[in-house]
């Protein structure tokens, strides 16, 4: 049985039982809760690392933000004080400005953009940019779906129906923006914060995609849905580039390989849960509204004024073009 499969069957723990006693065990911070793609992405890298290094070397997550806010523990592997972190791409993006290119509105259109853009020469860029900007290495993706937008009042179908909306968005400039070309001023807010706020009406809505939804427990506090697909979530695994520049050669292939192994343990996850995990969201009462008009509003009032905006920041519109080339759309 391969870790991968080990994996989707519920029994990749299984090797930690064998680890010999000097195994060397990494943290991990985990921004998410359990039942999500970081956990499983998690789970599919430790198998990997484990089955790799023959048992030598390890990882334990901690999930929920036990080990600091998704934004600070870049900084925190950044400085080696912290191992690993698997966080969503758009809470890098402040300490690297290019993978930005990512969470621009309405870029990536489907998982099989998303695969296709991390795992080619693109991705690849931006994990050596990445390197350079903020001192940790992208070794693996996990893949989350599009981020839904959840609120507790009303349906909202059209830009309209938003308006009144007070909204949490992460702290990143792209994602303001993008609330913004839709009419309202977003509430930034750390991740740890955001299930408190949302319980307590500080907001009344905020945007993850349905796995998140779900390990985050958010349907306890949200009523409604509005099928968005305006940002697809890729949430990476890093690795402090101290840790791993300090380790050997060849351990540095097993974090590698155990990398690009759970990369496709996540891509797998997300096809075979995400349907599962819908339903699963409505059986507990949450009611799910599609975008007006195939979200076709929403879409040029992003594109158009939230692109133009980061060209700079990204590093240049010929490499916005870059990826849409990529994904065979036209340029602009
Ligand atoms: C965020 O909204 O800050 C992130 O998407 C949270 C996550 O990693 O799931």
Known sequence: MTY???LLTGTAVSLALALPAAAAEYRIAVGD?????????????IAALEEESGGEMTGKLFLN????????TVTAAATGTLDFSILAINNITPFSPSVGTLTLPYVILSQDDAEKITQG????QMIDQTIEDAGVRIIGWAYSGFRVLTNSKKPVSTVEDLQG???RVPKNEIMIETYKSWGINPTPMAWGETFAALQQKVVDGQDNPYMTVYAMKFDEVQKYITNLRYLFSIEPIIVSEALFESLSEEEQQHVLAAGEAATQASAEFLRSEEAKIR????????EITDPADDEKEFMELATTNVWPKFYDQIGGKEVLNEVLTALDRPTV
């Open 4 to 6: 991968l499969t080990r």
């Open 33 to 45: 809760g359990a039942g999500g793609t970081q956990e499983a992405l998690g789970k599919a890298f």
């Open 65 to 72: 933000g036990q080990l600091g806010d998704e934004q600070d």
């Open 121 to 124: 020469e693109i991705g690849q």
């Open 165 to 167: 909306l007070v909204v």
């Open 279 to 286: 339903e699963e969201l409505v059986s507990r009462g949450m």
